[in-house]
Each structure stands twice: as structure tokens, then as C-alpha cells.
């Protein structure tokens, strides 16, 4: 089977770039970025799948993702998030092609969700992808799948954790922790296991088509996430074998303060715009009455069967010290 992968170079299609590397897959993967396949060019699109008119499967994880910058920039992320997705969903039409999308759980009201829970996209970019989301669900494509996941997190730049670390090198940051907004962070590469799995046992041929919630074990606020980020770090060897001195402990025991605020001081602290949900606690239950668990641990490495979004941010972590030792 060929398999075709939007979205390069962001997190998510790192992540299943990297699942394919540590396992044997036997079908054949496609990688594009917004050169090779910029999804908001209907032309564009519809040439690249007559040249590769043999693809069985897209996983679109192309997406306009900064939701700050959505808030101005409305026609930008209604582009990609709902044009793009309409343009692969003609495609995935005339071509006969099963569709894996990928959404948020931003769309959701809040609370804890079953995927059929009521639904308020608060800000542009939660609504310009439940608009995505629509054109999947009123196409007549035979096999589609829209997984609906919330805070996403790797060691690749450009996410929660990443963001934590960035601000942590620099020794005149405080950091702030929000209490009240409350989540599941989930690893992009346990959401690339989980996508690989259901293409590699060939899953997804019975699983219904629909929307199903995937997402980390457990959840938290922003504030426990964040203080859980900076402990992890300076245990890791790229910090403690720089920071070895007596006169670094200062430095050590700032980046353990996390300064608790609420989301209302956030807000106007940090000039934030976009409405984000207080709480939206997505039940996976759907998605793993589909996968049989001892199946897919067996499947993923051994350090995903500790289903808890703290076990995924340590492999996170020991795969950022990787990444970032000299
Ligand atoms: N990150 C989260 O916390 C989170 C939470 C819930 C759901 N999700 C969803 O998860 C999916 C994957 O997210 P991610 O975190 O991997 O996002 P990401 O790191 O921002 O990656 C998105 C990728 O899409 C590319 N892209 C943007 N416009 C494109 C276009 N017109 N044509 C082709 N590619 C385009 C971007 O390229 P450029 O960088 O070159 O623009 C980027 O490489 C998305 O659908 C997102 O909405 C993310």
C-alpha cells in the first residue's frame, strides 16, 4: 500500500516519519511539505494525485496550526484548514482514497467528551478546522477518519514543551504556569503509533467510519504540566552535566518556581486573543475498543505501555536530550 503523508516538517509527520524508521512497516510512505503539495491550491493538489494516482491512503497532518495568529489572519487559516481539507477530500473522491484527518479538541464545549459531546469552536483557528472537519463528513469518501486530538507535544520545535524549553535557557525568564486551564497532553508520536497501527494491521478496513477522540492518559493543567516539564529537565544529562556548579543552584531552583496564574491573568499578561476552552478532557474510549491494547503494545515500543501522559513526557525528554547533546 502507498501511503501518503502531509504536513512536513511539522511535529506530527516527524513523529510517524520516525515510527516507520523504528519498526518494520511494510508499506510504502510519501512525505510532502508545502512545496511539493501545498494543500490550499486546488490544482496543485489534483495534479500531485494524478501523477500518484496509485496513493491507497492520506494522513493530513497539514494544518494552520498558531492559534494566536489565526485571530488575525482569518482567511489564512480558513485556507488550510478548510479549503486544503476540501481540496483532499475532492481527491480522496475521484481517486478512491481512505482520508485519516487530524483535528483538535478545541472544537469541543468543554467538559469531558465523548466524541459526540456538543460542540463551540471558540477561536478562528478551532473553527476554521471544525469547517475541515465538515467537508470529511459530508463527502462521499469510502473510508474517512477524523482523530481529534489536544495538546500535541514533542521533542521537535513549536509546541508546549519545546516552548517551555526555549524559555528555560534563557536565566531572566519566570516562568507561569496557568491552573485553571485543564487538558490531556498527548506525545505526536503515540498519535503516529496509534495511525501506523491501524494502517499496519489493516484496522482501519473494519473500523466505522467517524471521529474518534485519541489522546494521552490522564490529564492536567497547564501549571502541573509545566512545572512537570522543568522537572524532567534538570534531570536530563544536557543540563545537569552543563550546570554542575554550586553557584548554578539558583538557576536550578528558579526553573522548579512555576508561578501559578489563572487564565484571566494569562490572558493579559501575555496578550493572548484566541478563546481556548477551560477544560476539555477527551474520553478515548472509542478508539481503544478498536485497538486491542496488548496488540498495539506489543507493536510500539515497550516505554509506551505506561499509558500516562507523564510517562510519554519523560520519552519525550530522553528524546530531546538526544537530540540536543553535543
Ligand atoms: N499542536 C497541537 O497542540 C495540536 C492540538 C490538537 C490538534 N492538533 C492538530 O494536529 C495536526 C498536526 O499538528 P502539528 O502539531 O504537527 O502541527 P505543525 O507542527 O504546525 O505542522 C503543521 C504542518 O502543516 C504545514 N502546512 C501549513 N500550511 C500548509 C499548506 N497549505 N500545505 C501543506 N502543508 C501546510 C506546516 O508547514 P509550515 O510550517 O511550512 O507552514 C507544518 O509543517 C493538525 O491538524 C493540528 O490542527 C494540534
Redesign the pocket.
Known amino acids: 500500500m502507498k501511503i501518503l503523508v ?10 510517524i516519519y520516525d515510527e516507520i524508521q523504528s519498526h518494520f512497516i511494510r508499506d510504502e510512505f510519501l512525505f ?3 512545496k511539493t ?5 486546488f490544482s496543485c493538489v489534483d495534479n500531485f494525485f494524478t501523477e500518484h494516482n496509485d496513493i491507497n491512503i492520506v494522513i ?7 492559534v494566536e495568529k489565526a485571530e488575525n489572519d482569518i482567511v489564512g487559516a480558513f ?3 478548510s479549503r ?1 481539507v476540501k481540496n483532499i477530500v475532492d481527491a480522496c473522491e475521484k481517486y478512491d482514497i481512505a482520508l485519516f ?6 472544537v469541543y464545549e468543554g467538559g469531558i467528551c465523548m466524541e459526540d459531546a456538543p460542540l463551540k469552536p471558540l477561536s478562528i ?1 478551532a473553527q476554521s ?1 471544525r469547517d475541515g472537519e465538515l467537508h470529511i463528513e459530508k463527502s462521499n469518501i469510502k473510508k474517512w477518519f477524523i482523530f ?7 521533542e ?1 520545535d ?3 514543551v519545546t516552548n517551555i524549553l526555549k524559555k528555560a535557557q534563557d536565566i531572566t525568564q519566570i516562568m507561569y504556569g496557568v491552573t485553571d486551564e485543564i487538558g490531556c497532553p ?1 506525545y ?1 508520536r503515540k ?1 503516529a503509533a496509534i495511525l501506523i497501527n491501524l494502517i499496519d494491521t489493516e484496522k482501519y478496513i473494519t473500523m466505522e467510519n467517524g471521529i474518534y477522540n485519541v489522546c494521552g492518559g490522564g490529564y492536567t493543567s497547564r501549571y502541573e504540566f509545566t512545572k512537570t516539564i522543568l522537572g524532567g529537565y534538570v534531570n536530563l544529562p544536557i543540563f545537569t552535566e552543563k550546570y554542575t556548579n554550586d553557584l548554578d543552584y539558583n538557576y536550578y531552583a528558579k526553573l522548579l518556581h512555576v508561578n501559578p496564574i489563572t487564565k484571566v491573568e494569562a490572558y493579559k499578561m501575555f496578550n493572548l486573543k484566541a478563546p481556548r476552552p477551560d477544560t476539555v478532557i477527551l474520553n478515548n474510549k472509542k478508539i481503544h475498543s478498536v485497538i486491542d491494547y496488548d496488540e498495539y503494545h506489543n507493536f510500539i515500543t515497550n516505554d509506551f505501555m505506561r499509558d500516562s501522559w507523564e510517562n510519554d513526557l519523560a520519552d519525550c525528554l530522553t528524546r530531546y536530550n538526544e537530540l540536543h547533546q553535543d
Not at 502531509?6 to 513523529?15: D, E, I, K, S
Not at 484527518?101 to 478545541?106: F, V
Open positions: 502531509t504536513g512536513v516538517p511539522g511535529q506530527l509527520a516527524h513523529c510532502t511539505d508545502k503539495l501545498d494543500i490550499t491550491d493530513n497532518c497539514a494544518a494552520y496550526t498558531n485556507q488550510v484548514n486544503g484527518h487530524i483535528s483538535t479538541d478545541y483557528y478546522k481529534r486530538t489536544s495538546w500535541l507535544f514533542s521537535y513549536g509546541n508546549y498527548t505526536a498519535l
